[in-house]
């Protein structure tokens, strides 16, 4: 952990007694996600959770789904997985591999890198059908399938082959070298080959229903209204005394976008467990008796992103002051003082985190001299404009999120205090992954929550999947394509430098701050640990039990 990492080094913000921070996850000597078994001894069986997702889920298919497969990860199961503290971690395979325990091998040539799983016994798919190595292979040739249409393709380009000599080994060789493997493919979810082979990822009913091996099986999906898992009977994994785990008798997750109807059912108690609690909200949610707030510092960042599309904002000048414009600081403060500003999309959490990065500090009136400079003159209305060109921008949020509202309304009297007019243009759930996905917007304001092993190409590489800005800097590409081409971490690190510089220089966003998500707990739920990471809080809810 970087030491100067704000992330972790600032004090908790104390509301009541309620906000904690979320404890250590200990380790089996498997390295397993595993709790302390004076806990285990404890636990009870049976009940019903009910959770708020902020989101409507478009599909169960992990690698399709535009939103964070909060679901998916009680279904589904990677060969590893991270913990709580950013740390991969085996699920379905028996080690993570490394070079140091030789399951990673390079090529002589040092271009290319084969990765060996060794899987788990006795692990069987929901159906009672036997998990082997041809599930993994399958699953990267249903992914890698040019005719699949999905969200999560990264990492597919990079195998060249699976083999699996044995039913309970498979070696995946790539033709390249990336340490960022284990954010890729194999950690989101295996496929079953037995149900998909033949099948049409894309129009497959099973993505409605998944058959995996995780601890729940799908019982009913209805959109709009909720999702219902129930016990996995024959869940592969125990708990320390030998109990078949896992301990829920069933999940029910309902979507609720809009976050002051959850917080209305938070508090009716129509629901137990919820994240994203607005930060305004939270002191009613800590002060409710049966409810507490657990501080979750995540890998995630907020950002303010250009659309270059627009002739105005590819010039730079106009980059630039807008982001001298927003007063970071105040948008903190306006959410309770949770969030933090941060001027690099490499959050401080991570130690690729250059503290010498580009800044661009809020300062009006240098915003306005940039203006100026830039032969932007202010109108009747006090809107710029040059040439005929008004720097008035369509801004877009997603609808329902209080927090990103509030923070949206900071910007757009920020904008105008220097002559630049923002009108809200927001949208709310598959709208707003629509427009952010494919340019919908002039100015759009929304965040980035990443893996323990993070993949910036995605975001702002030429051709990244998620650069819905239309953002095009070769010099960038150059840089990324080194950065995650290497497992030389001193060579990670000086890439990474160089990649902020460019980015905070260039300015194809203006990082605003990053994040405490808020999850709102019953204080009947035992054995529940946050994840920072885009894996979610639902990667392991095998050992999850509530108190009567």
Request: one cysteine or more.
């Amino acid at each position: 952990m970087d030491p100067r990492s704000n992330d972790m080094s600032r004090p908790a913000t104390a509301i009541g007694r309620r906000i904690l921070w979320q404890g250590a996850l200990g380790l089996g000597a498997a390295g397993l996600l595993r709790f302390n078994p004076a806990l285990a001894q404890g636990a009870r069986r049976g009940g019903t959770l009910t959770v708020a997702l902020p989101y409507d889920s478009d599909t169960l298919n992990p690698y399709a789904t535009g939103f964070l497969g909060d679901v998916q990860a009680t279904v589904l199961e990677g060969l590893i997985a991270p913990n709580e503290k950013t740390e991969y971690v085996p699920v379905l395979a028996l080690q993570v591999p490394t070079v140091e325990n030789g399951l990673i091998k390079l090529s002589p040539d040092g271009q290319r890198m084969s990765i060996t799983y060794k899987l788990r016994p006795d692990v069987k798919w929901h159906d009672g059908h036997p998990f082997t190595s041809a599930d993994v292979r399958f699953t990267w040739e249903a992914i890698k399938d040019p005719n699949f249409i999905g969200e999560s393709k990264d990492g597919t380009q990079d195998v060249e082959s699976v083999d699996t000599p044995d039913p309970l080994t498979a070696v995946v060789n790539y033709n390249t070298v990336t340490p960022t493997f284990p954010s890729a493919l194999f950690s989101i979810g295996i496929l079953p080959e037995h149900i998909l082979k033949g099948q049409d990822l894309n129009s497959s009913p099973w993505a409605d229903k998944p058959v995996g091996t995780g601890p729940f099986v799908v019982k009913e999906f209805r959109r709009g209204q909720h999702v219902i898992v129930e016990r996995n009977p024959n869940y592969w994994r125990k708990d320390e005394a030998g109990n078949p785990l896992p301990y829920l008798d069933r999940i029910i997750f309902k979507p609720m976008p809009d976050q002051n109807a959850m917080v209305t059912q938070l508090k009716a108690g129509e629901v137990q467990f919820a994240y994203t609690v607005p930060y305004p909200q939270a002191p009613q949610i800590a002060a409710l008796p049966n409810m507490e707030i657990i501080q979750n510092r995540f890998l995630s960042w907020q950002y303010l992103a250009f659309n270059f599309r627009n002739e105005i904002l590819r010039e730079l000048p106009v980059r630039q002051a807008v982001a001298h414009a927003i007063n970071k600081q105040a948008i903190a403060r306006a959410l309770g003082g949770y969030p933090f500003p941060v001027k690099s999309v490499v959050v401080p959490a991570f130690p690729y985190y250059d503290p010498d990065a580009p800044d661009h500090p809020f300062d009006a009136a240098r915003a306005r001299a940039v203006l100026d400079a830039a032969g932007f003159v202010p109108g009747r209305d006090g809107v710029r404009a040059k040439g005929g060109q008004r720097l008035s921008f369509r801004i877009v949020c997603q609808a329902g999120l209080t927090a990103d509202e509030l923070a949206e309304q900071v910007m757009i009297a920020n904008l105008k205090a220097v002559g630049i007019e923002a009108i809200p243009d927001n949208k709310g759930g598959v709208a707003f992954r629509e427009a952010r996905y494919k340019g919908g917007y002039d100015l759009l304001y929304g965040r980035w929550l990443t893996s323990a092993s993070p993949n910036y190409s995605v975001f702002y590489r030429s051709n990244g999947p998620n650069n819905g800005m239309g953002y095009n800097n070769p010099e960038l590409d150059a840089v990324l394509d080194k950065v995650e081409h290497t497992l030389d971490e001193a060579e990670r690190k000086t890439l990474f430098k160089e990649m902020q510089r460019i980015m905070g220089t260039d300015l194809p966003v203006v990082p605003i701050t990053s994040n405490v998500n808020l999850i709102a707990v019953t204080k009947k739920l035992k054995n529940f640990v946050s994840n920072p990471t885009n894996r979610t809080n639902f990667i392991d809810t095998s050992r999850w039990y509530l108190e009567p």
